[in-house]
């Protein structure tokens, strides 16, 4: 891969970085903090949407005060030119790469899987074979040989497989563990079978009471109709007998209620007549107080129309007699203010006179104004000319100091980033520290853990010689076993025997017979202490031999446990020495601050002073910039000038004169105003006498009439009861009219007939009544006792019906739950059948796991393979790039045990120098192996923690590399454009990073 150029947009510092790559060396220089390695990052993230350190996060990435960043990376391999686009934020995510200006992917999964496959490597391998970060470069030669080992087989992958080792052990454990439980389920099946056994004979006994059961459910069934049929027959006879007497008491009912309604209707008859009598008798009286109402109503729409007339006239007189007070009054005031006189247009002269007087006196006392500010800005220009003269010693002072601590805050700015650092440097030393202990306290029982891992290979040791004690005690049992079967067979065939040998067949007596039974006997007892023994043995190997199975399961389960101890332990020695790069760092760095230590006192002591000069600076500047501002000549001119116009006038007499004139002025207009509102009132009050002039006839009507009315409603008074009476006797007739329905006339008429109608009702429902008690007489007879006794005997039946159903219902259930409960049997006896050929699938599986694991993944197997087949190209390569070195040496070699030699001298007995190349060429020849296509290497800060001895030599070693064709080195340090091909000068301008020439 070569690398052409990388454009990044708000990424860390870099706001707009633009920068082209040519081949050869190419060395970025910088301070620290101004972005050098943040280029790397960019081009890192480019790549593999990583940072290059795990857990960052995107908004530490973005710049300062934006919200999204971009990166575009240009390069070369194979003839091919592809481009990569990066972007995050809050304006959405950005992946595209291009091959030959043409799209090729544009999600972060495709590109990702894209440049893993150009580039033929991960991210991982990336950053430990290409991408060198700072204090790197000679770590490897540092590290013990077993350390070398385990780094270099992670570059090559090899970690995967001692993963995946170990995980495949915990896999078969787990299958082992299941294997073990499958064989303990398998012991069921014997039970199982004697538990269907018993449950069938259950049911079937069952299904024998359920038959007896529904035979008996027929018969009660049976007598349960017979009752029912006979009380339905009674029932009816019920109904029809509670039917007539209901009919009978709602005939009663209504005869009841018809004689009442009767009641009612003669009481109303005797109502009507009583009121039609009083009609009669208040007749008159009624008719008179009608005539008068109306005739009232008549006046009062008069008296009505003359109300407004009346009103107005009443009005009109009061504001009459306003006017003429108002006259008089203005007449007097007329006699006083105007005793002359004098007429309006006379007046109106006067006015105007003053008017005129008053506006010169105003024109004069502008000038007058205009004069006193003219003053005041001629005094105010001879201050400023005094605090010039007495303010520039002060004004001078502030400047010189000014320019000193201008200088001085850029060196602040220096002493303040210097502080920054050593800041972020004490935070990463904490954090560290942090987990540091974390991770200490994680390691608490790394040691035990290691040493039972260790201890495995004698477990399993001791668990397979167990076994086999095992398999040959089993054979012994099985022996014993026979033997004593075998011994009892022959004394069952001894005892049923007549005087026969069941061995050999000869003759023999009962003594003979007796002795023999007797040696049986003995010998029985005999094996039977032996076998006894075997067996306890035999459990005591079996128990030993689960204990060393559960210590070897639990050893497997520690395995994952203990790989990320391990990784956790290879994570502390890398923090351990992060600790002590960034602690000399730090003692580095306090040396540069204590440089710069007085310089806050000597800014603090200026500003001070420059403080107290300020204000002094400040007057100055302002009186300078006044006289520039202010014509003095002009100012003179236009004195004299206001000085001819004003002449010996001053305010005082201006005011006095000017308060005399506007007096006689409001006195005119005193007068002017009294003179036209008499005009005004003369002209109303004439107007007014014609009005009630013309309304006082219509006013005078409206007393008459309403005399005339209070007379009437007297005379209506009289005539207020029997009206009242007639009204009332009215009111009751016509709601009789409205029950009714029939004109007030006939009301009398109407009642009757309707008294007439309910009589014969009366008797049709009295004849009604005599026939149903005819009809009940003539029920047949119907006994309410024996009626009750069908009743409770139905109900009996009923409830035994009830009970033998429940019985049936009870065995039903008991036989579907005993059905299911076999089912359930007969499908775990079908399962556990199954699990037979699922053991022998497991067992055969575990196996082939095993073989696995040892032959393919096991150190000796792939792992072992993949060293032997890299470690020889990774010395052909590092001799390679070593011999372009020019060094006095002809050969680096890589150990078995992974120690390396030079030219059979140990690595740590050559120079500092010679060490550099070595690690140098031995780094490099790790990143050719790794990357077939290794074109580019980038090396960050590799000078560091460098005196400058070994600066130099480092760059002789960067000069004589000819097998890569880009190498980049990122460094603070300016000699090391000594050996550049291309130079790229970067710096910090504000928050900015910015590439100079």
């Known amino acids: 891969m070569i690398i052409k150029a ?23 220089i910088g301070h620290n903090g101004s972005g050098k390695s943040s280029i790397f990052e960019a081009m890192n993230y480019a790549l593999y949407a990583r940072g290059s350190v795990s857990n960052v996060n995107i908004d530490d990435l973005i710049k300062r005060g934006t919200n999204q960043f971009l990166i575009e990376l240009l390069f070369e391999i194979g003839g091919n030119t592809y481009k990569v686009v990066r972007g995050r934020g809050k304006g959405g995510n950005i992946d595209r790469l291009y091959i030959n200006n043409s799209l090729y992917a544009e999600t972060n999964s495709e590109v990702n899987n894209k440049i893993k496959e150009i580039l033929g490597i991960d991210h991982k391998v990336f950053l430990n074979a290409i991408y060198i970060k700072q204090g790197e470069i000679n770590s490897l030669i540092n590290l013990r040989p077993a350390e070398r080992k385990r780094l270099i087989g992670t570059l090559l992958g090899i970690e995967r497989y001692e993963k995946v080792w170990g995980e495949m052990g915990n896999a078969i454990g787990e299958f082992s563990r299941k294997l073990e439980y499958i064989k303990g389920e398998l012991k069921q099946i014997d039970d199982i079978k004697d538990n269907i056994k018993h449950i069938k004979e259950e049911i079937d006994e069952k299904e024998k ?31 029809e007998f509670n039917d007539l007497n209901n009919i009978l008491r709602e005939t009663e009912h209504k005869i009841e209620s018809l004689k009442n309604e009767i009641d009612n209707l003669k009481n109303d008859i005797k109502d009507i007549k009583y009121k039609n009598k009083i009609l009669m008798e208040n007749n008159e009286g009624y008719n008179k107080y009608i005539e008068i109402e109306k005739e009232l109503n008549e006046l009062s729409n008069k008296i009505e129309s003359y109300k407004k007339y009346y009103d107005k006239f009443n009005k009109l007189n009061g504001k009459k007699e306003t006017l003429e007070d108002n006259l008089k009054k203005i007449n007097e005031n007329l006699k006083n203010l105007n005793p002359e006189n004098k007429d309006i247009d006379t007046i109106n002269k006067d006015i105007e006179s003053i008017k005129g007087e008053l506006e010169k006196l105003h024109n004069i006392m502008e000038k007058l104004m205009e004069l006193t500010e003219l003053n005041k800005k001629l005094d105010e220009l001879n201050k400023n000319k005094e605090e010039i003269d007495k303010n520039k010693k002060y004004y001078e002072e502030y400047i010189d100091i000014a320019k000193k601590l201008d200088e001085l805050s850029k060196k602040l700015v220096v002493f303040e980033k210097l502080k920054e650092k050593k800041k972020n440097i004490n935070s990463q030393i904490d954090s ?44 012994l049992i099985t022996e014993k076993d026979t033997k004593i079967k075998q011994i009892k067979d022959a004394i069952k065939k001894l005892e049923e025997t007549d005087n026969k040998c069941p061995v050999c067949q000869s003759d023999i007596d009962e003594n003979k017979k007796a002795e023999l039974l007797n040696t049986y006997h003995s010998n029985i007892e ?34 994952a446990k203990y790989g990320k101890l391990k990784e956790k332990k290879d994570n502390l020695d890398n923090i351990n020495k992060d600790l002590d790069n960034y602690i000399n760092e730090l003692y580095e760095l306090r040396k540069e601050i204590s440089r710069y230590e007085n310089i806050e006192k000597e800014i603090k002591d200026l500003e001070k002073k420059k403080d107290y000069l300020e204000k ?42 000017e ?31 014609k009005e009630i002039e013309k309304i006082q006839k219509k006013a005078e009507n409206y007393i008459e009439l309403n005399r005339k009315k209070s007379e009437m409603e007297k005379e209506m008074e009289l005539y207020k009861e029997p009206y009242n009476t007639y009204k009332n006797a009215i009111a009751v007739l016509e709601n009789y009219s ?86 359930n049997y007969v499908n775990n006896l079908n399962k556990l059948l199954n699990k037979e050929k699922e053991k022998e699938r497991l067992e055969k599986y575990i196996d082939y796991l095993k073989d696995i694991r040892e032959n393919v993944f096991s150190k000796n197997g792939f792992q ?11 010395q052909k390569y590092t001799n390679e790039i070593f011999n372009e070195f020019e060094l006095p040496y002809s050969h680096i070699q890589i150990k078995n045990d992974y120690d390396i030699i030079v030219d059979e001298l140990p690595v740590k007995t050559l120079s500092g120098g010679e060490q550099i190349a070595v690690s140098l060429a031995l780094r490099l020849g790790i990143s050719k192996a790794v990357c077939n296509n290794l074109q580019c290497i980038i090396l960050d800060e590799p000078t560091a923690f460098l005196d400058e001895d070994r600066r130099k030599k480092l760059l002789n070693v960067f000069g004589n590399i000819k097998t890569i064709s880009q190498v980049f080195v990122i460094s603070h340090h300016n000699e090391l454009e000594q050996v550049a091909n291309n130079i790229i000068n970067i710096k910090k301008i504000g928050e900015d990073s910015v590439i100079y020439d």
């Open 6 to 28: 990388i454009n990044i947009r708000n990424f860390r510092s870099h706001k707009n970085t633009q920068i082209s790559f040519d081949k050869g060396i190419t060395t970025i």
């Open 209 to 239: 009471e359920l038959k007896i059961l529904k035979n008996n459910y027929i018969h009660i069934e049976k007598l349960k109709k017979e009752k029912e049929e006979e009380l339905k027959q009674y029932d009816k006879k019920e109904k």
């Open 432 to 475: 560290l520290k942090k987990k540091k202990e974390e991770l200490l306290k994680d390691l608490t029982n790394f040691d035990e853990i290691e040493k039972k891992i260790n201890a495995e290979n004698e477990l399993v040791k001791e668990h397979d010689d167990l076994t086999e004690k095992i398999t040959n005690l089993t054979k």
């Open 526 to 559: 005999k094996e039977l202490k032996q076998l006894k023994k075997l067996e306890k043995k035999y459990n005591d190997y079996n128990t030993k031999s689960k204990e060393l199975n559960n210590n070897i399961n639990k050893i497997n389960k520690l395995k």
């Open 616 to 657: 002094y600076y400040n007057k100055y500047n302002f009186c300078v910039e006044y006289l520039k501002n202010t014509n003095e000549k002009e100012l003179l001119n236009n004195k004299n000038n206001l000085l001819k116009i004003i002449g010996n006038y001053d305010k005082t007499k201006v005011n006095n004169k």
């Open 659 to 689: 308060k005399e004139l506007n007096n006689n002025l409001e006195k005119l207009k005193d007068i002017l105003r009294l003179i036209n509102d008499k005009i005004n009132k003369e002209e109303e009050l004439k107007n007014i006498s």
């Open 738 to 823: 409205k029950k009714y329905k029939t004109d007030i006339n006939k009301l009398e008429n109407t009642v009757n007939e309707i008294i007439t109608d309910k009589n014969e009702e009366l008797n049709t429902l009295n004849n009604s009544k005599n026939n149903i008690l005819e009809k009940i007489d003539n029920l047949d007879y119907y006994d309410k006792t024996y009626h009750d006794k069908l009743k409770e005997n139905y109900e009996k039946i009923s409830n035994k019906l009830n009970d033998a159903n429940n019985k049936i219902v009870e065995v039903k259930s008991y036989l579907n739950s005993k059905t299911e409960l076999l089912q």
């Open 864 to 874: 072992q393979y993949l060293r032997e087949k890299y470690i020889p190209l990774i």
